[in-house]
């Protein structure tokens, strides 16, 4: 079955970095578009970043020029490299496998002095 199995969150202080990990299983991971997802308490999920499988990729406005995604089709990873940081992007993190649409558990980050 598909897995997504986040890791790499914790607390960082405002213009800190942090990458997060997502592993992939279950699935046909090279052919698929990945998908970076955010959830803040009392707010809906959004979307932050997606690589395709032709290794093109897309940001929300709010991250783009500080956040870097990228994958490793032979390690079945996906990557979210986050510069920058401030404390709105304070939430749960999670990574999204569009085409069979699954979720993993999710990932806090945490920015704060």
């Known amino acids: 079955q598909v897995q997504l199995v986040e890791s790499g969150g914790g607390l960082v202080q405002p213009g800190g970095s942090l990458r997060l990990s997502c592993a992939a299983s279950?699935?046909?991971?090279?052919?698929?578009?990945m998908s970076w997802y955010r959830q803040a308490p009392g707010k809906e999920r959004e979307l932050v970043a997606t690589?395709?499988?032709?290794?093109?990729?897309s940001f929300a406005n709010t991250v783009k020029g500080r956040f870097t995604i990228s994958r490793d089709n032979a390690k079945n990873t996906v990557y979210l490299q986050m510069n920058s940081l401030k404390p709105e992007d304070t939430a749960v993190y999670y990574c999204h496998a569009v085409q069979r649409n699954s979720w993993g558990q999710g990932t806090q980050v945490t920015v704060s002095s």
């Open positions: 279950g699935f046909t991971f090279s052919r698929s578009t």
């Open positions: 690589i395709f499988s032709h290794y093109g990729t």
